[in-house]
């Protein structure tokens, strides 16, 4: 009897631990299975951002032999630098497309030619000439950018005659076709990507401005931040006593955590726009607001460093006579600093990022020039991305994935950097 009640219970153990081990089959299948679908909607969103932007990378140019006349840059000879950049340098462009183009005679097909070549044509002849203005009376070579259309086409992002094609029609497609036989068009790696300011033109479009105040403000938001979050995380954790008055402290810092972005640009549009009078959009005003918003991430970070400090390095420097504030600084604060660095850099990371307190501020305005200092209008890269977004043109479609696709590289070298500080600095006990 002893032994049929004996081998009952183990057989009722077996069927148990049968139901356990099924149980935690399922549970890591489903894991794996969470991780693979949050991979491959990873993959698919990258691809797809990937697909529709790195054609931005490159830019169609047509080649144009203008022949730059003194009468019509200078007519008077007099070498004076303000006369020679008020010529009609469009119309240069336009006499030189004239001329590869001589049937052309209607008044609509001539506005349809001159349109296949970018607006921007004529600066870049301008900024040629000023920079050097020996070559006027010369023949030159000069490769010019195609207008946005044109770029599409030539990129195979539309096609001549279907709706939404822009200016594609048969007769532009006719010089087009001319001039891919003359080789005068090629796609070239697109350097005003990387070197101009925002433009109306979708061709003429760069980061480089929103780039700049990206910088200008992380700058300014990391010297800000990243002291007065350790100095708060070094009293909070060392120093203040336990009372309520810490508490409340330490819950309003978890809860500022939590607090969406946007009641941040609410605080700094009321604070140090309408009250402090800072100037709209600018740089020093998007680093203050994004201060604000770091704060709370950089001290929890920071405390959970200074915690994971064992109490026996604080034992033992204030056991060889050492102070509260040299153990602390000494030993307890370069231990945690790595910690400290990681938190501190993916909250500027998350900054980085951050659209809705910027726009609350101005920084969604249109700026075309390049900031040189924290106080200059400017705006940054995901409000340009915002503002890229919103525009109808098909070019700036693909402009929008490439700037993702530089911010996104960003955002991977500050989370790179993050784990190789922990990696290299980091000490177990």
Known sequence: ???????????????????????????????????????????????????????AFQQTFIKLDITLEMEEIDPENTGDIEVMSRADYAGIVKSTLRQMFPDVKDRREKRDLYSIVSFGAAFQLRDMVMADPGIIGKTLTVWVPADDDLDMYMKGHIKAGEEGSGRIKEQKLEWINTLIDNGAIEKRFNTALFTNGD????????????????????LVTLLLSFPLGVATAVYLEEFAPKNIWTDIIEVNINNLAAVPSIVFGLLGLAVFLNFFGLPRSAPIVGALVLTLMTLPTIIIASRASLLAVPPSIREGALGVGASKMQSVMHHVLPLALPGMLTGTIIGMARALGETAPLLMIGMVAFIVDIPTGIFDKATVLPVQIYLWADSPERAFMERTSAAIIVLLGFLLIMNAAAVILRKKFEQRW
Not at 200 to 207: F, K, Q, S, Y
Not at 211 to 216: D, K, N, Q
């Open 1 to 55: 009897m002893n032994n049929n009640s004996h081998e009952a219970r183990l057989a009722l153990i077996k069927s148990k631990l049968k139901m356990r081990y099924a149980k935690e089959k399922i549970f890591k299948t489903l894991g794996i299975a969470a991780i693979v679908v949050a991979l491959s909607m990873l993959v698919i969103l990258f691809a797809s951002i990937i697909s529709t932007g790195y054609s």
């Open 199 to 218: 433009s109306r033109e979708p061709e003429l479009a760069g980061i480089w401005g929103a780039a700049v105040g990206s910088i200008y403000t992380m």
